[in-house]
């Protein structure tokens, strides 16, 4: 005869197999990428592998920094999985305090001998952006249009130029790259030329294009995929790969980091798998999150530009913040 309590016990374990079955997988990601495009690989990545994204936005005026000291916050008990960030640095702090976790899944030959990954395979590098001078075709002659960074800040451009706060996001990347290339005594004067120069620093990059494009400003620093946007949206731009007969524009790199205690492990690593390749890569070109690629070093064919490793860039940024304040 069949016991009773025995039918039971099998029936709520089928059913408990069942609710874990039907459980939607998910995956949360903190994310410094403007949302109109990681929206769009978010969407993509659901759609190959049925992985719910719970995405978290920084805002523009706190750029990388927002979810940076959120991260910090949550150390002890961790809520992302995932931390996508449009810039290197603050990744780069964020590993060296010991927040994430390695992903060896990865096949290194893309990124050997580049400046793209951590050693301990805790970061990522994907797809790359350069720094770029735009300017207001309406406002700026042909004769006068700046090839050269220090162009920018002439005396006929003075209170003219705008440029996002440099002690967030990408502006934040460059100027601490500044720093660590020139050397104390150049970036001082520099600060001092760019403060003679009465420039204006505006609450992120998309609001410089959106204030040049209007004629608020006529020339604007800001990174190439905000130029592109504008000059495809219409506005009255010339975006300019500036110091092409020296080293170049200053690129700047997107990185991704897997957060140690992750809740949703298994997930998270699918979207690494998902982010870090050529097809992804090449689907953030196409729709203007990126204008370089990272994985395909196609570096033949870019304008000329140059960057630091970020392993050794990362603790001259407080240094750099330091001089900013003292003299902006």
Known sequence: MINIRYISMFIFVLLILSCSQNKEKRIIIYTSVDQVYAAKIFKDFEHKTG??????YDTEASKAIGLEKRILAEKAHPRADIFWNSEPIRTVRLAKQGLFQAYSDIKLPMYK?????ASDKTWFGIGERKRVIIVNT????PQDYPTQLNDIWHEKFKAKVAMSSPYIGTAATHFTALYHRYGATVFQALLATMKKAKTKYLAGNSVVKESVGIGKYAIGLVDSDDAIAGIVA??????FYYDQEDKGSFSIFGTVAMLKSAQNTTEAKQFLHYL???????????IGA??????KHATLSSPKGWSINPEVLW????ISYTFMKAAL
Request: avoid cysteine; hydrophobic fraction near 50%; glycine fraction near 2%.
């Open 51 to 56: 992985i719910k994204v719970l995405a978290v």
């Open 113 to 117: 001998d580049t400046l793209y990954y």
């Open 138 to 141: 309406n406002l700026v002659l």
């Open 234 to 239: 219409g506005l009255p731009l010339k975006m």
């Open 276 to 286: 870090l390749t050529q097809e992804t890569e090449q689907k953030l070109i196409d």
């Open 290 to 295: 990126v204008q370089f690629s990272v994985l």
């Open 315 to 318: 603790h001259d940024l407080n």
